[in-house]
């Protein structure tokens, strides 16, 4: 039986996410609660090596979409197995920076991917399990394209692949989230992510207090 709670967060590049889940975890830490993050591909030591592979690896310039599709699922039923599954166990609060919505949009919709396919092998990967709440942190197609685009050209940043692909790309993720946002509105919560840091925070903590249970 398992007593934690699963909590994703979704979103274009440049939407804010990894300041949130910072601010959350720190919230609920300071609140008693104890908190695990983790992010997608990656947070187990298999998983980061995926996600180099992915996203930074010199080899993978003539990665495939199914190969893609794979190897962002192997991550993920490591994760699964690994980390979320026992945690979870254990009644703690996860939160995940991306789960299996993100490879509906960047997989399914993005790249063109057959959708039942995709949900094939993400059923594969995740079983049953599944987030409680979703977070989808949105911010208009320039404004992600812009914070993209500035933090490529900054000369620290390494190569990824994963943000090499063009507008109409983005424009079939977004629409994707909308798709997935419509279809699931009582776990996906769709967050304007263009108001301030603030307002944003205080809309995810009215979103997760439900979830809260102590003790
Ligand atoms: P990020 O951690 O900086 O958001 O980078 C992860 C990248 O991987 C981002 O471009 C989205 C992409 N991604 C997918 O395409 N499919 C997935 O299932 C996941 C988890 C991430």
Known sequence: MERGVLITFEGTEGSGKSTQINRLADRLRCTGHTVRMLREPGGTPIGEEIRHTLQHSENNRAMTPETELLLLNASRAQLVREIIR???????IVLCDRFYDSTLVYQGYGRGL????????????VGDTRP?????????????????LARQSTA????????????????????????????????IKWIDATQNLEAVEATIGSLVEPWLRVG
């Open 86 to 92: 026992p945690a979870l166990h254990q009644g703690e």
């Open 132 to 148: 409680n709440l979703t977070l989808l942190l949105h911010v208009p197609l320039d404004v992600s394209e812009t914070r993209r």
């Open 156 to 187: 620290s940043v390494q190569r990824d692949r994963m943000e090499e692909a063009g507008r109409a790309f983005f424009e079939r993720v977004e629409r994707g989230y909308r798709a997935l946002a419509a279809e699931e509105p009582d776990r």
């Open 114 to 125: 057959d959708l039942v396919a995709v949900k094939a092998v993400i059923d594969y990967a």
